[in-house]
């Protein structure tokens, strides 16, 4: 694919009805409309690159004035010069000082700059011939080095100390390459667990997901505790059944999470999204001690990592982590929750800080401390670009995957040209087309019928009759 300078740019407002069954529903988030703010940057020649931010509705709005404010600044930038040095290239997009003074390094406008950093990295990934992951796990140490985000956070993680952690993990990147790309990635399903779905609807996922292969479920919490214990007790009583498990099947005991595993090694997480002040998290888990759970995700503001801290440290006695990250809005803050020791698990976001610059960073430095990452994924494309990061982490820098779980959810693939899929161990398949990037690209026909507002559904459901959508994840 050639082009040698960026000539311009399209940005879309796509919107998925998934509030109409429930889908991406929980304590916080009661009305969800899983949406890309989506970009597609141009060149003069044939080369395009494709990028998103996440939001579950009208945040569109804004965020697509950002996305245009960020995207004006890179037209007429030579390709080449940019692929050249991937580093310097996000120290001026986040580097805008008029931009950096509506939040730095936070908030819209890095929604927005991950957007177009995501693009950009698509588009370097395609220019080479190769899925995004297999681009950057073939850096040398010193390159991945270079094109990390170190700004701020040398009190936690030096470039030295870095690269000293790649170049120790080099001698097997090709046997880890190898091993991921036969057996796939370890994943986890959040599809079973929406707050909006009935019992019966929570029942029959939980059986489909055990089927599929997966060993590891999440639940959304935070409404009603004891709702809460009656939906936990429900999958439990599904998940820990031998007579449900898939005939022939057994689970690899290095693959179980956690120490609260149930007899057939399936492990069961849940996720507050937020919704609790710090004391109210600490007594809400303790009366959801019963359930056994790996982890609480998210179960105060994504910001306070003291008051993490101090949920970790009380609920540590019950065997009960706690992970976050999801809204986490900078690498400062994954710094914060490291060295205090708030978090057991890391789980980055591909669009919530801006792009693979920062997200390199948050993974070197979850290394140097020890933590497992484990993305988030529950929203649309999100499943499609995560994979590419565990495979990184896995390859090139961590070294290891029985930690850890990467999220899916199975709404909305069918609209990506390239979408994801799970292996029927519940792991997800390694993304191998050399034209697929960052694996974002929407087909036109999906663009078209979920536009904001003058797609033709957002049409229909204006006058009344919205045709039922199709796509996976809505029907009952």
């Known amino acids: 694919m050639t082009g040698s300078k960026i000539t311009g740019f399209s940005v879309h407002d796509i919107r998925f009805p998934t509030n109409v069954s429930g889908d991406g529903t929980d304590a916080m988030n009661k009305e969800c409309d899983y949406s890309a703010a989506y970009i597609e940057i141009h060149t003069d020649g044939d080369l395009k690159g494709q990028g998103m931010t996440f939001t579950i509705g009208r945040g569109n709005d804004i965020v697509m004035y950002a996305i245009e404010a960020v995207a004006n600044r890179i037209v007429g930038m030579e390709v080449e010069t940019i692929f050249g040095d991937i580093g310097a290239f996000w120290t001026f997009l986040v580097g805008d000082p008029q931009h950096r003074w509506l939040g730095p390094e936070k908030g819209v406008i890095h929604l927005a700059t991950a957007a177009v950093n995501n693009a950009v990295w698509d588009m370097f990934a395609k220019a080479r011939g190769k899925p995004l992951w297999k681009l950057i796990v073939d850096f040398t140490p010193e390159e991945m080095v ?23 993990k080099e001698a097997g990147k090709k046997q880890r390459e190898e091993e991921v790309k036969k057996i796939g990635y370890p994943a986890y399903t959040t599809s079973v667990g929406w707050l909006g779905y009935s019992d019966e609807k929570v029942r029959r996922l939980t059986k489909e997901a055990l089927n599929q292969g997966f060993n590891h479920f ?12 009656r939906r936990g007790r429900l ?6 059944d031998p007579a449900n498990m898939p005939a022939g099947r057994k689970i690899d005991p290095a693959t179980i999470q956690g120490k609260n595993a149930g007899p ?42 003291v008051g993490h801290a101090a949920i970790r440290k009380a609920l540590k006695p019950l065997n009960i982590g706690v992970a976050t990250g999801e809204h986490a809005h900078n690498r400062m803050v994954f710094k914060q929750l490291l060295q205090l020791d708030a978090i057991d698990v890391t789980q980055i976001d591909s669009c919530r800080v801006s792009g693979i610059n920062e997200l390199l960073a948050i993974m070197l430095m979850s290394a140097k401390f020890g933590k497992p990452v484990c993305p988030h994924a529950g929203g649309v ?7 590419h990061l565990s495979l990184i982490d896995y390859i090139a820098i961590s070294g290891d995957m029985t930690r850890n779980v990467l999220e899916f959810v199975d709404h909305l693939h069918e609209h990506f040209k390239y979408p994801c899929s799970i292996n ?7 993304p191998l087309d050399p034209k697929e990037g960052y694996s974002i690209e929407m087909f036109e026909e999906s663009m078209k019928e979920f536009a904001f507002p003058g797609g033709t559904y957002w049409v229909a459901a204006a006058a009344g ?9 809505i029907e009952d």
């Not at 029927?424 to 390694?430: E, F, M």
């Not at 009759?465 to 994840?473: D, I, L, S, V, W």
Request: hydrophobic fraction near 40%; glycine fraction near 4%; include cysteine.
């Open 381 to 387: 494309g999100l499943c499609e670009y995560v994979i």
């Open 235 to 240: 999958i439990r009583s599904i998940i820990d």
């Open 218 to 229: 999440k639940l959304k919490v935070g409404a009603d505790v004891e709702d809460d214990l």
């Open 146 to 168: 270079k094109a990390a985000a170190f700004r701020y956070i040398t009190d936690a993680l030096t470039p030295e100390e870095a690269l000293k952690m790649l170049k120790e």
């Open 424 to 430: 029927p161990q519940g792991r997800y398949n390694v």
């Open 264 to 305: 057939t090694g399936c492990v069961l997480m849940v996720d507050a999204n937020q919704v609790w002040d710090v004391p109210q998290a600490i007594e809400y888990m303790k009366k959801l001690e019963p359930l056994k759970v790996w982890f609480i995700e998210e179960p105060t503001a994504p910001d306070d990592a």
């Open 465 to 473: 009759n919205a045709p039922k959508p199709k796509h996976r994840g």
